[in-house]
């Protein structure tokens, strides 16, 4: 199945990007959850999918440290977007690994920042979590949690990871991942070697290109799209293929622009996968 992000068109409401996504043919929608109530109320939500005619797929749980009207804590963002997922009939809930590193601003005079990479601690719990009682928690819900596949940054003339769990023997010792093309093209590593290590744990896919910039669409950069999508659909893939976009690559702004681009990405993706 393919599906649609709203985090594509995060600058659109939710209801907007439904019927946009639902007129281009794709066959369901992943939720972007964030602080906008219109993301994580169920009976809203639920209106959404039925006014505009496309089901609801999967829902991307919260991801900022500190996000309005979520807990701080990240287990308790996670299990509260899986008991959306139930009320949904959503499949899959998409979490971020815990960071392992953050950005800190220090204002030493008037237009004089210094930034600076420091140690994350706050995230321990969580890692224990997702070790230890993340599968459990997504067998009884009858919903599969996947971990998604982090980027590198660039810092100066070099790239870091700022994420735990986020090396490849990492990601393959987790139970299902959500393998995000455009975080693989940030390492400069090949997507078809990375996916023939993990696809025994990939279990949902983020579809989008790489060019120096990120979740551009799948003509517009170097990575190997189309042959990525033949390798699933060689193996068997089962899982939901979700197109996540930036409003930019979305063509945001112009409606005749999106929904072209839309269009266009889902026959790419037919053209390969089916």
Do not use: K
Not at 61 to 86: I, K, S
Not at 101 to 108: A, D, E
Not at 128 to 154: Q, S, Y
Not at 218 to 226: A, I, Q, T, V
């Amino acid at each position: 199945m393919i599906a649609f992000s709203t985090g594509s068109l995060y600058t659109y409401g939710t209801l907007r990007v439904a019927r946009l996504a639902a007129a281009a043919g794709y066959d369901g929608l992943e939720i972007m959850v964030d602080d906008r109530w219109d993301t994580r109320d169920a009976a809203y939500l639920s209106e959404v999918a039925r006014t505009a005619g496309i089901p609801i797929l999967s829902l991307h749980a919260p991801f900022r440290p500190l996000q309005d009207g979520w807990p701080g804590d990240e287990v308790e963002r996670v299990t509260r977007t899986v008991e959306l997922a139930r009320a949904l009939d959503a499949r899959t809930v998409v979490v971020h690994p815990p960071l392992r590193y953050r950005w800190v601003s220090l204002r030493r005079a008037p237009f004089i920042n210094i930034s600076a990479l420091t140690p994350f601690r706050l995230h321990t719990r969580y890692h224990r979590w997702l070790r230890t009682e993340l599968e459990g928690v997504g067998l009884r819900a009858g919903v599969t949690i996947a971990i998604e596949n982090m980027p590198r940054h660039r810092l100066a003339f070099r790239t870091v990871n700022l994420f735990d769990l986020n090396e490849i023997r990492e990601l393959r010792r987790l139970p299902a991942l959500t393998l995000d093309t455009t975080h693989v093209g940030t390492w400069g590593v090949d997507l078809l070697d990375t996916y023939a290590l993990l696809a025994d744990r990939v279990a949902h896919v983020h579809l989008s290109n790489y060019n120096g910039r990120q979740h551009r669409l799948p003509h517009d950069g170097s990575l190997p799209l189309g042959a990525f999508l033949e390798a699933l659909r060689r193996r068997g893939f089962a899982g939901v293929i979700v197109v996540e976009l930036e409003p930019d690559s979305s063509g945001a702004g112009d409606d005749g622009q999106v929904r072209q681009r839309l269009a266009q990405t889902l026959a790419f993706c037919r053209e390969h996968f089916g």
